[in-house]
Structure formats: C-alpha cells, structure tokens
C-alpha cells in the first residue's frame, strides 16, 4: 500500500498544532531571556511548559484516530516563509504523531527527573531554557510539512545539542566536545542542504506534498544523488559510520541530556528522515538503500564493540545508542517492510534507553558523579529503585522475551533475514554482543564488590528521580508487545509510510529468535565470568590489541585526526602565512613601484583631502588617455 | 515628497549642527536624535513604497553640470530601498555604541559623530543616485570620513591602514571614473542618467572594457579575492563603530554596484565574465573561512568571516537568477545586522580588556554570561544557523546558485562547514573553558550596551523567521534587473507528477 494523500486540515487541536512547537519556545524565550529573576520558579515553568506540549500531542492523536485511516494525512499550512521557495506548514500524520508524542511524552519525564538531577546547579534555569529549546526544535524538525522547514528545527536540535554538552561550559573537554558534536553535525547538514538545492532544481519545491509525488519521474542518478545526501544528514544526526565520533564525546552533557537528546529523540531524527523520505528516495532495492542498510548493519556492530571496552558507564550506554539505531537504520533501510520495525524499536528504544540513561545518572547521583564502573559495584542493595528499574531496562534491551526490545528487535532481525542472509546474521551477532556489554554494565555496577572511593556514600536518588525511572520501566516492559502484536503499528503507520501487502505475523520462538537468543545468553554468561563472579580490577587491565581496538572507538577519532584535522591545520597556516606575505606583499609591492620610491608614496599618503582629489582626477586623466590610445589602436 | 534629499539634508545639517557643539556628552546626544529622526523619515518613506508600482520611486532630477548631462537624480528602487533602510538601522546603533570610541581619538569626541551623520548622508546618497556620474561622486566622497575615522580614531596602526584603505579605494575609484567617462562618450546621449545609459553600449568589446573599469572598482570595495587584503586591516584597526559601517554598509556598494551598474549596464559582458567572477567568489568563499580559522585577532578574523560571505554575494548576483539575486540582496542586509553585532561585541570585549588578542581571553562566559550569550547569537547569525535571518539569504543564494551552476554551489556550501569552525572555535577560545586571569571581574554589559545589541539581535531573529516583508520588496526589482540583462530561471526539470 502506498502512502495516502496529505489533504489540507484547519480547525480542532490538529489546526492548533503550532501549539505544539510555541509553548516550549515561549518557555525557552522567557527562561533565557528572563535572566536571573525566573531562576525560582524556572525549572517549574519548563516542565509545565513540556506537559502542555504533550496534551497538545494525545489530543491531536486523539483527533487523528477520528477520522479514516486513509484520511490521517493532514497538512496545517501556517504562513508564507520564503515566497517562491518555502512556506511554513505542518504535516501531522501517523509518523509525526508518533515522534510527537515521544518526543513530549519521554522528554517531560526527562524535564521532572531534572528538577531533582540538577536542584544543586546555579545554572537550572537555564538548564531548562534549553530542554524547552530543544523540545521545540524537535518537535518543527518532525512536524515539518516540507524539507526547509525540518532543516530550521534539524539545526536547531543540534543547537540545542551544542548548548547542553557545553553546559558545563567551563570544563575545556564540555567545550570541545560541544564544539565537535556541531562541527561533525553540519558535516551531515552539508549533504542534507545539497539534497535539497536538487530537489528544488529538480521538482521546484521543497514540500513533501509536491515532492513525494513528482520522485517517480526523476532520473535514477538524481534520485540516488538525493538518497544518499539525505543518508549523510542522516549520518551526522543519528551518529553513523562515518560521522559516529561525536557521540561518545557528547556524554560531557549532563546525564537527563544523554538520555533525552543523545539516546531517546534526536540521534534518532536520521531515522525519521530516511523514514519519512523512504517513499520517494529509499525505495527497496535502490542503491541508496542498499548504502543505508550496510551504514546501519556497519554501525550496529561497531557501536556494540565500542559499548564491551567501556568503564566509563555513559560511554559504554552511547556505544550502545549507536549499536540500536544502527538496527533502526538498517530496519529503514529495508523499505516499506523494515519502516514500521525501525519506527517500533524508535519508540521502544526511547523507553528503555532513557531507562538506563536516566538509571546511570541516578547511580552517579549518589556516588558524587563517579561515572567510572570500575569504582562501583554491589549497588543494588543500597539503591532499590533504580536497580530494579535498571535491571528492566537492561532485559528490554538485550531482547528478554515478551520485554519490549524482544518484539522490536526481533522484527528488525527477521525482517533483514528475510532480505539478506548476511544483514540478518551480522544483526544476531550484534545482539549478542549487546548481551555481553549491557550485562557487563550491570554486573559491574550493581553486582561484585564494592569498590567504592573513599569518600562515596551512595544512597537511593529523590522521588521527583525515582518515578520518571518507573514510569519509563513500564513503558520498557510492555510497549514493544504492544506496537508489534496483531501489528498494531504497522497498521497505524500504514497511511503515513506505506505498508507492504502481506502483513507479518509474529512467531514466538522463531528459529532464528532462538538463535538470537542463545547468543544473548552467551553473551551474558561470558560477561557473568568475567565481570560478575570474578572480581573486577580497580585499573583496567592492558587487554589485546581488540579491547585497544575499541577503547580507542576503533579508532575512529585517529582517523579523523590524520585525515582532516591535521591537514586541515596544515592548511590553515598555509592559507594565513599566504595571505599575508603572497597576496598582500605583492599588492604593496606594485603600489611601491607606481608610486615610484616608498618615500614619494608616504608624501602623497600624508597629504590632504584636495590632494587626494587632485591625484584622482590626474590618475584618471592618465588613465582616460591610455584608454583612447588603446581604443585607437 | 523629496524624500530621499530630505534624508540626506537631515543627516548634513545634522552633521554641522554636532560639529558646533563644544559639549562632548551634547554633541553624542546631538548625533543620537538626528540618526533616530533619520530612521523615523527613513521609515516613513518605506512604508509608503509600492513593491510592484513603478521601478523607480521618490524620484527627484535636477541639472547640476547642464554642458555634461550631469544631474542631481536620486530615486530607489527595492534594491538600494532595502540597503538605505539598512544604513538608517545601523547609524543610531553605532552612534550609541560608540559613546566612549572617540575619547582616545587624535581629533575632538565632536568631529567623531559629525563624520559619522556626514557618511550618513552619503551612504543613502550612494544608493539612491540614478545618475551614473552622482554615483561616482557619492563612491568616491565616502572615502573621506571613513578615512578620517580609520586614521585619527583607530588603533595602534591606524594610519597604515587608513591609508592602504585609501589608496586601494582610490585605485578602483580612478578605474571607474575612466569607465563613466568613456561610457558618456560613446553612448553619446549627453547624460550621465541611468535610464539613458540603459542598453546604450551595443558592441560587446566595448561593453567588455567598461565593464572591468566598473567591475574592479566593485571587486575591491566588496571585497572580492583576491582583492580583499586591505580589509583585515582596516577593519582591524577602525573603532568597532567604523568598522560596522565599514563592513556593514560601504563594502555592500560594491556588491550593489555589480547588481545594477554592471549587470545592467553591460549585460553581454557580465556574462562573458561570469565565469571568472563565480570562479573568484567560490575560492573567496573557501579560502576567506579558511584563513579565518587561523586568525589570532578577533577583529581581523571577523573581517576575514565577511570576505567569505561577500564571495556569497557576488556569486548570488553572477549567477543570474531570482531566487541567487534576491538572496545575494538580502545578504547584504543580513551581514550588515549579524556582522554588524559581531564587531560591536567585539568592541564591547575589546574595551573591557584592552586587547583584541584571542589568547588573552577564556571563560567569559562565567564572569559576563549576557555578553557571552549575545556574541554566540551573533556568532550563530554568522554560521547561518536556521533561524536566524542570514541563513535565509545564504540559503537563497545557494539554492538559486545551484539551480544554473550546481557545482560552484556544492563548493561553495562547504563554506557552511568551515563557519562552524571558524565561529565555535573562537567562541570557545574566548567564552568557555577556565577563567582567564585578565577577565576576572569584567563586566557584563551596561544598560547602553545592551541597547546598542537589543535591536540588531531582535532584527536577526525577527527576519530569521518572517523575511516574506524583505524579500516582497526585493523580488519585483531584482526581476527588473534580470529582465534588462535579458535572463530567465531555469526551469525545474520536473513541474509536474508523472513526467
């Protein structure tokens, strides 16, 4: 089935949906221009601000779900932004709802559990400033109805980004990674800007609706070009092979920033482009999608080798957010059979990661912000909540049966079994590897000895903390069955993104689920070995040249470094040393030589106004002739 | 109404008025009301301009040297409307922020401001003259406050630089009053008007010479690589004040002056030389950010920013069509608002520490959190971030460029890239990381200060995300334009479904 038509909708909270975007910018307007005299209550007006939001979001679901599935396309056209080029204007369908509502939904838990994670930072208010920023961002980059649009909120959640690694700005490494994080991004907004230019030289609009259409007639170079520009946007964003070396860095931020920005909604945004593009630029078997499923299988596996050689417990957590939007990525990849999969284990994902996120921040809560597993250990008894809300999380992501990450997992797996043999088997292999590292985490953390430093006294975080954690836990247990059983969101995202012809049916215990799952168990009996029942070193042993291999982020920022960041710096010296002794002495050395000696240019240099004047008309005089002499000639 | 005369009769009457003045703190307060009167009359005019009436509005023609068919003829039409809206913005912004800039000036506090009302005056003069030799004239006579400003008013080497701006300016100039010249003769229609001179040079080797007389006159000014390297200089050594106007508004005659003398004057050849101009725009582009990244004077890295963003402009007017020109337009306008902040945040630092070294900053933010902000704003106008209004005219230059020239396009939108770098990385130099020693107990910025920066940063937003106002009244004189270089856009490959 093909995606429905956007048809035009005014009236009712869909009509209203700026909303949507307006009250977190109202709330990042006033907190940050507020100054100091909102610092009281500021944190108070972000949260109501996100919750609104999110009211906003079920009443338009609730509105959308009135009306024919094939009718739940509607385009909210707003004002005329750039005339001739691009309006503004939402469409709000079955797939923005969707990120809609995790975006309001998840991120305003992540606003409450703030209040408490940041109460002993001067700096809240505008900790929240930004959030609200952040959240109004996204929500323009999602709701968007053409491609101008979502690159306004597309840079402006990497704003938002930059701003809350560098919260703490004065650390120099906040800084530089705030500083990388938005430099590697707009090496990503580069192709997404060029796919852009195409497609208005090529379809004369920007708009999905007019776009969408029109794909079919194009050239498959410029349908591929198209492709594979928006996959390095996506790259960027969603911190995929080659743009990946952000992301780790990214975990300077504060901890609800991790969860929120940085595992739940934005890295997830390439997803939602290549989704939401996948009709018109994505099609199944095409070269560009062929490229996004290697990128994501790729990924998967270079995230979870990262994710194994991690003590630092949000290091090892951001190995793994790439690992599993690699398999959304590879899930988008498979077109109109993956898209559902791929948006499915979004959802499911942002629960459970912004779980765990959420969880480690409350563990570093109580430990003085020691974020080093390695000087953890035996926490569950001292921190209940947190530990069996963790552990939930955890069970979620390795693909526990019937917990969330069981059901999407599994259908991305199947899904990339059923196209190709190797996707899917190096997607098993993957979740293995998640079963060994998330089980690593955990054990080091909660279980083993105490290895605490001396001045650790770790206690359970306050409740404002606790109960996001528990809230998101449910979410982890029993979303995935949800969205995957009798394919509920399939169906619902049918209208939006299309949706194949055969639905799938799930089978409980597939072979390959089985095999999955024994990889799974190895995996988290090889982590138990080593890193439950034996004890931990305080200093990480040397390990092989594999654990280096991925210490180092395969090393990925070497690359970097020797590729274009030396060189780069080459260039640069060679560039001002050129400037300032090519261009310019050249430039002075003929004015020395029309002026004769340097010492008759100083006389006319110092001369007064009526000189200068004399000397234009005399130049000109001179110049007028030569001009005729030539003319003649 | 003679609206445009009355306009620049304010600001020179205003200009001799101040210049009388013995009380400093007066003569600023003087300066101050009539730029704001100025602006109020500027307004006023705006708002009565037809976009799709006539090209040509406000129009006022009298003889001034009858025997050469010289004329005093101003008029505007949405093109220099906008740039003269422009220059009205930034003269009280500038006067305001410039209240301690002439203490330690060579001449008076007085004469600081009534140079600056005098450029005034011929900043709108520049704009509005339809005739060709008024023009010159206006092109010409700005020199002479700005160069006073630069040399009695500026830093440790003023004079260096004030004279290589001179001279570099006069080097052009003189080129281009052989073009006028020649241009009278061999049009031979005894006048120096505009309109006359439309479609009067027919032979293409003609048309050629002329048009390099123009052309490089215009290519300094802007500047345009690599004729660029007076810049740095000047800028670097000018009060900040000066220098916003310097970059903001004097530089965009030369990229103005491509757009309608050059273009329209001698379309043949404008393009033959395309080529060559987008060629020097893409490697201005590139290699001004370039060089940007590795300046150590935050003034001089400003000044380098903007060399890469005139190559945007000159680029967006060569390429020839709607959507290129109306953005290069409206760059002009947006760089003058977002560089414009750059400086005078600059300055506002600089007279703080008393240095315009980037090492001797760090961790300002801590200490000064409003001016961090407001720089990163600016700085973030800079990169183009979304949002903000230079993105919009960087987008529609780039979209408009890559619709005729796709590959000078892809290039040239590396430079997105390399913004990034060259603004982040000075920020965090400066603003982030440990408090620096020197900056310990700096101040954040005062009630004036923050009223210098109010406006321009409300502006940069404001038409971030509503530019519709703008580009109404930029669209229909920038077809005109193209219509008399007899250009069509290119259209989309695909217009409708199903092709």
Not at chain 1, 22 to 29: F, T, V
Not at chain 1, 258 to 282: D, E, K, N, P, Q
Not at chain 1, 540 to 564: C, K, M, Q, V, W
Not at chain 2, 444 to 460: G, K, M
Request: proline share 4%; charged share 10%; with cysteine.
């Amino acid at each position: 089935m093909e995606p429905a038509e956007i048809i035009s909708h005014t009236g009712g909270v869909i009509g209203a949906g700026w909303l949507l975007i307006a009250l977190p910018l109202l709330g990042a307007a006033v907190l940050l221009l507020g100054g100091r005299r909102t610092d009281k209550w500021g944190h108070f007006l972000g949260v109501a601000l996100a919750v609104a939001s999110f009211v906003v979001a079920v009443l338009a679901f609730v509105q959308l779900l009135g009306f024919a599935p094939g009718e739940r396309r509607r385009g909210v056209a707003l004002y005329e932004f750039i005339p001739g080029v691009a309006n503004m204007g939402l469409l709000i369908d079955p797939l923005s709802i969707s990120f809609a509502l995790l975006i309001t939904g998840v991120g305003s838990l992540i606003h409450i559990y703030s209040i408490g994670y940041m109460s002993h930072d001067t700096d809240r208010r505008r900790f929240f400033g930004y959030l609200n920023l952040f959240v109004a961002a996204m929500l323009l980059l999602v709701l968007a109805d053409n491609y101008v649009a979502l690159f306004i909120g597309w840079e402006g959640v990497g704003l938002a980004s930059y701003l809350l690694i560098g919260f703490w700005q004065y650390k120099p490494s906040a800084a530089t990674a705030a500083k990388k994080a938005f430099v590697v991004n707009r090496v990503g907004d580069f192709g997404l800007l060029i796919a852009i230019f195409i497609m208005f030289s090529t379809f004369g609009s920007v708009a999905f609706a007019d776009v969408f259409p029109k794909a079919g007639g194009a050239s498959a170079g410029t349908l591929t070009a198209i492709g594979l520009l928006l996959l390095l946007g996506a790259c960027g964003k969603s911190a995929q092979l080659p743009l990946q070396s952000w992301l780790l860095d990214a975990m300077e931020g504060p901890t609800p920033v991790s969860a929120l920005i940085h595992a739940a909604t934005m890295v997830t945004a390439g997803v939602y482009l290549v989704v939401r593009s996948g009709a018109a630029f994505f099609p199944a078997d095409s070269t560009a999608s062929l490229v996004v499923t290697i990128v994501g299988v790729a990924t998967l596996l270079a995230g979870a080798i990262i994710g194994t050689a991690k003590d630092d417990i949000k290091k090892a957590l951001a190995g793994s957010t790439m690992s599993q939007i690699g398999y959304m990525m590879l899930a988008a990849g498979l077109g109109v059979a993956g898209y559902a999969f791929a948006i499915a284990h979004l959802i499911t994902h942002g629960f459970f990661k912004a779980n765990l996120f959420l969880g480690a921040g409350s563990v570093m809560h109580g430990m003085n912000d020691e974020v080093d597993m390695r000087k953890y250990g035996g926490l569950r008894s001292l921190m209940p909540i947190t530990f069996v809300t963790f552990l939930i999380g955890y069970l979620a992501i390795i693909g526990f049966p019937l917990l969330s990450g069981y059901f999407t997992k599994d259908g991305i797996i199947e899904t990339a079994m059923e196209h190709s043999a190797i996707l899917g088997w190096l997607a098993v292999i993957g979740a293995g590897i998640t079963g060994f590292y998330m089980s690593r985490l955990v054990f080091m953390t909660f279980f083993g000895e105490r290895r605490w430093a001396a001045d650790a006294h770790p206690h359970e975080s306050p409740s404002v903390m606790t109960w996001p954690l528990i809230v998101l836990s449910i979410g982890s247990i029993g979303l995935g069955g949800y969205l995957i059983l009798s394919n509920r969101l399939m169906v619902f995202l049918g209208p939006a993104v299309g949706q194949p012809e055969e639905l799938p049916a799930f089978h409980f215990f597939s072979p390959v689920g089985l095999a999955t799952l024994a990889l799974v168990a190895l995996g988290a009996a090889y982590a138990w070995l080593k890193y439950g029942r034996a004890e931990v070193p305080a200093v990480a042993p040397r390990g092989s040249f594999l654990t280096t291999f991925a210490r180092r982020d395969l090393y990925g920022d070497a690359l970097n470094e020797a590729l274009f960041m030396r060189p780069g710096q080459w260039l640069t010296r060679l560039a001002v040393f050129f400037d300032n002794r090519g261009i310019d002495g050249v430039v002075n050395g003929l004015a020395a030589g029309i002026g004769g000696t340097s010492g008759r240019l100083r006389r006319i240099q110092t001369g007064y106004v009526r000189s200068y004047a004399l000397s234009i008309f005399i130049g000109a005089a001179v110049l007028a002739g030569a001009w005729f002499v030539v003319g003649t000639l | 109404m003679p609206w445009l005369s009355i306009l620049m009769g304010v600001s020179v009457l205003g200009a001799l008025g101040v210049a009388f003045i013995k009380d400093d703190r007066l003569a600023k307060q003087a300066t101050l009301v009539v730029s704001l009167v100025v602006l109020a009359l500027t307004v006023a005019m705006a708002v009565q301009f037809s976009p799709n009436g006539d090209r040509f509005q406000f129009a006022e023609t009298y003889d001034w040297i009858p025997a050469f068919g010289v004329h005093y003829a101003v008029a505007v039409d949405g093109v220099a409307l906008v740039l003269i809206l422009l220059s009205a913005v930034l003269v009280p912004i500038v006067v305001l922020a410039s209240w301690h800039e002439a203490e330690a000036g060579k001449r008076s506090v007085r004469t600081y401001f009534a140079l600056l009302l005098v450029l005034e005056a011929m900043m709108i003069g520049v704009f509005a003259a339809t005739d060709v030799f008024l023009f010159y004239v206006f092109f010409e006579a700005m020199l002479i406050p700005m160069y006073f400003m630069i040399g009695s008013y500026g830093g440790a080497q003023r004079s260096y630089a004030a004279v290589k701006f001179l001279l570099y300016s006069l080097f052009g100039g003189l080129l281009m009053l052989v073009a006028v010249i020649a241009l009278y003769t061999v049009a031979g229609k005894n006048s120096f008007l505009f309109t006359d001179l439309l479609g009067a040079i027919k032979d293409p080797t003609t048309q050629k010479w002329l048009f390099l007389g123009f052309f490089i006159a215009f290519a300094i000014k802007a500047p345009l690589w690599p004729f660029h390297t007076w810049l740095p200089d000047a800028a670097a050594q000018a009060p900040a004040g000066a220098a916003v106007l310097l970059v903001g508004v004097l530089d965009k005659v030369g990229t103005y002056g491509m757009l309608r003398f050059c273009l329209e004057l001698f379309p043949e050849a404008s393009k033959w030389a395309t080529p060559v101009v987008i060629a020097l725009a893409v490697i201005g582009i590139v290699y001004g950010a370039i060089v940007a990244i590795g300046q150590t004077d935050i003034k001089r890295l400003i000044a380098y920013t903007s060399i890469s963003h005139f190559g945007f402009i000159a680029m967006g007017v060569f390429a020839m069509t709607t959507n290129a020109a109306s953005g290069a337009t409206l760059y002009m306008v947006n760089h003058g608002f977002s560089t414009g902040a750059l400086f005078l945040i600059a300055g506002f630092l600089i007279y703080r520490r008393g240095s315009q070294f980037i090492d001797d900053y760090g961790g300002v933010q801590k200490v000064a959190p409003i001016l961090a902000g407001t720089f990163l704003v600016a700085g973030l106008s800079s990169l183009s971030l979304p949002g903000l209004s230079p993105f919009v005219s960087e987008f529609l230059v780039l979209t408009g460029t890559f619709q005729r020239y796709a590959v000078p396009a892809v290039i040239a939108a590396t430079g997105v890239i390399l913004a990034a770098v060259y603004i982040l990385w000075m920020y965090q130099r400066t603003m982030n990381g440990p408090t620096a020693e020197a900056v310990q107990g700096m101040k954040d910025l005062n009630h004036r200060e923050r009223w210098v920066l109010i406006p321009l940063i409300a502006l940069i937003i404001g038409l971030g995300f509503f530019p519709k106002p703008m580009l109404d009244v930029i669209n229909p004189a920038v077809k005109e334009t193209l219509t008399n270089v007899s250009v069509t856009d290119p259209a989309p490959a695909i217009a409708k479904e199903g092709q």
